[in-house]
């Protein structure tokens, strides 16, 4: 089964913003409100960052948000810190039903 | 605080099983509020789901494991397990399990540290 579509890096400075998206299909992404965003850390478990979209899990800063426009969901990092330097992923719900991660981005902060 | 840990062996030769068990503590895993998953890691690639079960025992599972591949529930030991047949060399990765947010909602919030399997003779 094919991963979703993620750029393979992004970078910014601290304090600006950057986007990531996550392009997948109308059977995936764009068919259902069931994408969720992972951080991981080099030699960690990935963090969920974010659920159903643009959900914040507790104790996830409010710097971070999703959203989703047709079959392309993107998290944004606002105010961006040094700590989010990492490789993020997002995942998707696709009809069969199964769960389909994206490829992974990783994020350098300059 | 709910807390998932992985066991089994970090080597397993090709064409045999990968079996692996998480036990989970803080909390029941008969829970109706959330299924439990397995997610890999090939080392420097991506991740990748495997599957998921729910306490009463019905799975869903990657289609492309899907032949290999049983997930397991033992609630009297608060734990799930997974085995995977006839493994090869690029089943070789981190394995780590993880607690799915409710019914439907296919997201994994808690995640234990993950354990590294090598297929290898």
């Known amino acids: 089964q094919s991963a979703l579509t993620q750029p393979p890096s992004v970078s910014g400075s601290p304090g600006q913003s950057v986007t990531i998206s996550c392009t997948g299909t109308s059977s995936d992404v764009g068919g259902y409100n069931i994408v969720s965003w992972y951080q991981q850390s080099p030699g960690t478990a990935p963090k969920l960052m974010i659920y159903?979209?643009?959900n914040r899990p507790s104790g996830v800063p409010d710097r971070f948000s999703g959203s989703k426009s047709g079959n392309t969901a993107s998290l944004t990092i606002s105010g961006l810190q040094a700590e989010d330097e990492a490789d993020y992923y997002c995942s998707s719900h696709r009809s069969g039903p199964t769960l389909v991660f994206g490829g992974g981005t990783k994020l350098t902060v300059l | 605080q709910m807390q998932l840990q992985e066991s089994g062996p970090g080597l397993v030769k090709p064409s045999e099983t990968l079996s692996l068990t998480c036990n989970v503590s803080g909390g029941s895993i008969s829970s109706s509020n959330y299924w439990w998953g397995w997610v890999r890691q090939p080392p420097g690639k991506g991740l990748e789901w495997i599957g998921s079960i729910y306490y009463s025992g019905t799975t869903h599972y990657s289609s492309s494991l899907k032949s290999r591949l049983i997930i397991s529930v033992d609630t009297s030991k608060n734990q799930f397990s997974l085995n995977l047949i006839s493994v090869t060399a690029a089943d070789t990765a981190v394995y780590y399990c993880a607690r799915q947010l409710g019914v439907g909602r296919w997201a994994f919030d808690i995640w234990g540290q993950g354990t590294i399997v090598t297929v290898s003779s």
């Open positions: 159903e979209v643009s």
